[in-house]
């Protein structure tokens, strides 16, 4: 095989460790941005590795071939299995665009099923240029959380409509300046773009729940966030403490099983619930640290 051909052929493998390198880099020190469209482009190259290996084996006679192919990886990159690679490129592009619609639909269905009714913003909080459509819906669980609609536009084909919902039992927990800051923390969410990136990753590992890699991702991505929504609520409202109740309230309203939504709680269940207990330390550690001299205290 000429060696630019060769070249061209590991190109996948070679971009995604590449991609994963500049993921592991920025996922500290770089805004969510830069971040969430480096792990979108991660888990592209990833999707096409996974199938075209996914179509190679099957057209090899399966659990044989899995053994072949572990005791010859670089077989798969040979010239004359350029098809099976095209073939893995449109498996990959059919499974991102199905995740989107479905990370659609689902957004919709909430609001079908749900009922929930139309708040107006809060006075005490001043709204973003572009304020989310708020809604609140009646449920038992604490919830809080944020999604994008894409939809048709005036002028324009599409545009998109970020919309947060909280639960009438969290509502009514809540304090006004503790619904600020959950507020506050939301919209840190629909800052980040949480709602256009996450939603969809969370989605698409629910599709690949057979997928280690897209399941660590989604939660460290889930966590990463969390915490930012958190540090952007304290610097809106200078209030650490005021968050750090709220997390609290919505902790002891939760159930333990409680698992069905990404929300205010992270990734819900136990998991969520030792997160949520870090994210409140670390709240009470930010007003003891002094740089929110007007929070008014736990």
């Known amino acids: ?14 971009l995604w460790v590449a991609l994963g390198t500049a993921l592991l880099v920025s996922y500290r020190r770089s805004e969510s ?20 290996v996914l179509v190679w084996v099957l057209a090899n006679g399966g659990w044989p ?14 010239q004359q299995f ?9 498996g990959a ?24 009714r139309t708040l107006d913003w809060p006075a005490r ?31 324009r084909l599409l545009r998109r409509r970020e919309v947060v919902l909280i639960s009438e039992s969290l509502l009514a927990e809540l304090s006004p300046d503790e619904w600020d ?8 969410h629909v800052r980040d773009l949480d709602g256009r990136y996450l939603t ?6 629910r599709m690949m729940r057979w997928d280690p890699v897209l399941a660590l991702l989604a939660h460290a991505l889930t966590r990463r966030e969390e915490f930012r929504a958190d540090l952007h609520a304290v610097e809106l409202t200078g209030q650490p403490r005021v968050l750090a109740r709220a997390l609290y309230k919505a902790l002891r309203l939760a159930p333990l099983s409680d698992s069905v939504l990404p929300g205010l709680l992270g990734v819900g269940g136990r998991r969520g619930r030792e997160e949520t207990l870090e994210r409140i330390r670390r709240l009470v550690a930010l007003a003891e640290s002094g740089r929110f001299p007007e929070d008014p205290g736990a």
């Open 125 to 155: 909080l001043s709204a973003p240029p572009s304020a989310p459509t708020l809604y609140v819906f009646a449920s038992e669980r604490p919830e809080a959380f944020t999604f994008t609609l894409v939809e048709r536009g005036g002028r």
């Open 1 to 14: 095989m000429p060696l630019g051909l060769l070249g061209l052929t590991y190109l996948p493998i070679l």
């Open 65 to 78: 071939a899995v053994l072949r192919l572990f005791a010859a990886p670089l077989t798969i990159f040979d």
């Open 181 to 188: 800051a959950v507020l506050a923390h939301e919209l840190g």
């Open 93 to 116: 592009v059919l499974v991102f665009f199905v995740a989107f619609l479905l990370s659609q639909a689902v957004g919709r269905g909430f609001l079908l099923m749900l009922h929930p």
């Open 33 to 52: 941005a830069l971040v969430f469209r480096l792990a979108a482009v991660f888990l592209g190259t990833w999707a096409l590795l996974a199938t075209s």
């Open 82 to 90: 350029l098809a099976f690679w095209l073939i893995g490129a449109a």
């Open 200 to 205: 969809f990753f969370r989605t698409l590992s």
